[in-house]
C-alpha cells in the first residue's frame, strides 16, 4: 500500500473502518491527556499564570482533572465506539 496512492488510502479505510474510527477517537479525546507536552496549553497556562488565576501543575492536573475526570470519559467513549 502506498499513502500517495488514493486507491490504496479508501481500500484501507473500507478494510479496516474500526481501526480509522479508534485512530481518530483517540487523536481527538486523548490529546486532553498530554497537559504539559502540549504547546497550547503552556500558551493558555502563561496567560492563565499572568492573570494571577490559579492553575494546577502537572501533577495537580493529574490528580485532580486526569485520573478523576477524563479516565472515566475515556472508558464510557471506549465502551460506546470501539467494544
Same mark, same amino acid.
Given at each position: 500500500?502506498? =499513502? %500517495?496512492? &488514493? !486507491?490504496d488510502? /479508501? !481500500?484501507? &479505510? @473500507?478494510l479496516?473502518?474500526a481501526h480509522?474510527?479508534a =485512530? !481518530?477517537?483517540?487523536?481527538?479525546?486523548?490529546? @486532553?491527556? +498530554? $497537559? &504539559?507536552? %502540549?504547546g497550547? %496549553?503552556?500558551?493558555?497556562?502563561?496567560?492563565a499564570d499572568h492573570q494571577k488565576?490559579? +492553575?494546577? #501543575?502537572?501533577l #495537580? $492536573?493529574?490528580?485532580k482533572? @486526569?485520573?478523576p475526570? /477524563?479516565i472515566?470519559? $475515556?472508558? /464510557?467513549i471506549?465502551l460506546?465506539f470501539i467494544?
Open positions: 500500500m502506498d =499513502i %500517495n496512492k &488514493i !486507491s488510502v /479508501l !481500500s484501507f &479505510i @473500507a479496516h473502518d480509522i474510527v =485512530i !481518530s477517537i483517540s487523536a481527538v479525546f486523548f490529546g @486532553a491527556m +498530554t $497537559y &504539559i507536552g %502540549n497550547p %496549553n503552556f500558551m493558555v497556562k502563561s496567560i488565576v490559579e +492553575t494546577p #501543575g502537572f #495537580g $492536573y493529574m490528580l482533572f @486526569a485520573f475526570v /477524563l472515566p470519559i $475515556y472508558v /464510557l471506549w460506546l467494544a
